[in-house]
């Protein structure tokens, strides 16, 4: 059964619709590389999902329906976001940002410094003083300290020197292989996204227009979609 499941799921901001038929389907401890070129819709996509913007059509999550729920009460079911542009408390320290997310379950300070020892030792430092692979860090971090079922990852090793890049792809892979958590990840680099999902659904202009094994996505479907 699928954890997550949306059906033919418009949205729009104002008067401008930019969502005409998304469908996304991951189940239990399944990872999703949600691809498409710029534009086409993944981060509004996030946004439905996550309530921070109102969407028509199926949106249900662990057998309740999104559309009826705060974004708040969405976080509660146990939905985690990772959003684009990192956000984190720039005044608080590390443990403060971490402590501040915190619901019971296997994610704790302990567990989340063991995946991102750099995050133990800076755990003093205020925030805005972490370079920006640390913040990448520290957002995931705060993610996984709500302990979610779903977690997303919007963009989180845009903007990377290679080297971080590769030391969120190891944790991303670590988190993995630790417990049963669901991912739904967006990002640019195609060969990591291959290493690191299961399946792959794609975007183009708000719409689902494939899915399918991360292994069935050849060469024509990604020059066909992705322009790669
Ligand atoms: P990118 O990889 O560039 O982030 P994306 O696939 O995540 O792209 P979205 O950001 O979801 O794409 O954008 C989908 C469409 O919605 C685009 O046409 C975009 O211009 C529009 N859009 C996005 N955010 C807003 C907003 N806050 N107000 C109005 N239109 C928006």
Same mark, same amino acid.
């Given at each position: 059964? /699928?954890? $997550?499941?949306?059906?033919?799921?418009? %949205? /729009?901001?104002?008067?401008?619709?930019?969502?005409?038929?998304?469908?996304l389907?991951?189940?239990?401890?399944?990872?999703?590389?949600?691809? @498409?070129?710029? !534009?086409?819709?993944?981060?509004?996509?996030?946004?439905?999902?996550c *309530?921070?913007?109102?969407?028509? !059509?199926? &949106?249900?999550?662990?057998?309740? #329906?999104?559309?009826? &729920?705060?974004?708040?009460?969405?976080?509660?079911?146990g939905?985690?976001?990772?959003?684009? !542009? =990192?956000?984190?408390?720039? @005044? &608080?320290?590390?443990?403060?940002? $971490?402590?501040?997310?915190?619901?019971?379950?296997?994610? #704790?300070?302990?567990?989340?410094?063991a995946?991102?020892? =750099?995050? @133990?030792e800076?755990? =003093?430092?205020?925030a805005?003083?972490?370079?920006?692979?640390?913040?990448?860090?520290?957002?995931?971090?705060?993610?996984?300290?709500?302990?979610? =079922?779903? $977690?997303?990852?919007?963009?989180?090793?845009? @903007?990377?020197?290679?080297?971080?890049?590769?030391?969120?792809?190891? %944790?991303?892979? *670590?988190?993995?292989?630790?417990?049963?958590? /669901?991912? &739904?990840?967006?990002?640019?680099?195609?060969?990591?996204?291959?290493?690191?999902?299961? *399946?792959?659904?794609?975007?183009?202009?708000?719409?689902? +227009?494939?899915?399918?094994?991360?292994?069935?996505?050849?060469?024509? +479907?990604?020059?066909?979609? $992705?322009?790669?």
């Amino acid at each position: 059964m /699928s954890l $997550l499941s949306l059906h033919r799921v418009t %949205a /729009s901001y104002g008067a401008s619709q930019a969502l005409f038929g998304i469908d996304l389907e991951i189940a239990e401890g399944e990872a999703v590389a949600f691809m @498409g070129r710029n !534009g086409m819709g993944k981060t509004t996509t996030v946004r439905t999902i996550c *309530r921070m913007l109102p969407a028509a !059509g199926t &949106l249900v999550f662990d057998g309740h #329906d999104l559309r009826r &729920l705060p974004s708040h009460r969405a976080a509660r079911l146990g939905i985690g976001l990772v959003p684009e !542009g =990192r956000r984190c408390f720039a @005044g &608080l320290s590390v443990a403060e940002n $971490l402590i501040a997310a915190a619901r019971p379950g296997h994610w #704790d300070m302990p567990r989340v410094t063991a995946l991102f020892p =750099r995050l @133990g030792e800076r755990r =003093r430092q205020r925030a805005a003083s972490l370079s920006g692979g640390e913040q990448q860090m520290l957002a995931i971090g705060r993610a996984l300290m709500t302990n979610p =079922r779903l $977690l997303i990852l919007d963009e989180a090793t845009e @903007g990377l020197a290679p080297l971080v890049r590769q030391e969120i792809w190891a %944790a991303i892979a *670590r988190l993995r292989a630790e417990t049963a958590l /669901s991912l &739904l990840v967006i990002d640019k680099g195609l060969a990591e996204m291959r290493a690191a999902c299961d *399946r792959a659904v794609i975007v183009e202009r708000g719409r689902t +227009v494939w899915s399918g094994a991360m292994s069935a996505l050849d060469r024509g +479907v990604s020059e066909a979609y $992705l322009g790669v």
